[in-house]
């Protein structure tokens, strides 16, 4: 069966340590997208992706960053970790124009000391 | 820019009752999609329900229903005979064709035994 995936599920770093938050999607959708939940915020859209070699800001991605070298993943790196990117991560994926659903990983858990 | 709002932070309802949960959204577009999903304590994000805006008739899933006023910009989902398992976070959202998608914040759910 087609998924989505998300590693690592949790993860502890120290404050100014670069970390990377991988997502792999096996739906083969063009659209990918990185969201961070934090409690009173819902479903924040970080960056992302409509296609190979195409990445988007989105509503906060002050010192996040994302690379789409192929359909099926979409990394997201924080260059320098910092305590206020403490959150729970959500990658998911849907397909064109069509259909409008969002296919989400299972989140991952970062915690910056 | 478009904006998702909840307005309840919290609900609570009695197995078995019906509840309803709002959401309204502020749009210029005409075409555009409408979602619920739903997040359990395993933090998994479901989707619970899909309203196209073009599509007058008010989706319908099982014990899951929602009220699509496209004029009002109101978007409530109703679910019927409450069970203990439908107790979540609930998100809605909003996403133009061919565009990301924009979460509210959010509204959680208690099911009273």
């Known amino acids: 069966d087609a998924e989505i995936t998300q590693s690592p599920r949790h993860k502890i770093t120290e404050t100014g340590r670069q970390v990377t938050l991988a997502c792999h999607q096996t739906w083969n959708h063009n659209n990918m997208f990185w969201y961070r939940q934090d409690l009173g915020h819902g479903l924040r859209l970080i960056h992302y992706s409509y296609g190979v070699q195409d990445t988007n800001k989105g509503e906060v991605s002050d010192g996040y960053s994302v690379s789409r070298s192929n359909t099926e993943d979409l990394p997201l790196t924080l260059e320098s970790a910092a305590s206020s990117q403490t959150s729970v991560y959500f990658c998911?994926?849907?397909?064109?124009?069509?259909?409008?659903?969002?296919?989400f990983g299972e989140g991952s858990r970062l915690t910056v000391l | 820019a478009q904006t998702v709002t909840q307005s309840q932070p919290e609900m609570s309802v009695q197995e078995a009752e019906t509840v309803t949960l709002s959401c309204t959204y502020d749009?210029?577009?005409?075409?555009?999609?409408l979602f619920w999903y739903k997040q359990p304590p395993s933090r998994q994000m479901i989707l619970v329900i899909r309203q196209e805006a073009y599509k007058q008739q008010n989706a319908t899933e099982n014990r899951f229903s929602v009220n699509f006023q496209k004029a009002a910009k109101s978007f409530s989902l109703k679910i019927s005979d409450s069970q203990l398992g439908d107790a979540a976070m609930y998100f809605c959202a909003y996403r133009r064709r061919g565009d990301k998608i924009i979460f509210g914040k959010g509204t959680r759910l208690h099911i009273l035994p």
């Open positions: 998911a994926s849907s397909t064109g124009l069509n259909t409008g659903e969002l296919f």
């Open positions: 749009t210029s577009e005409s075409d555009y999609y």
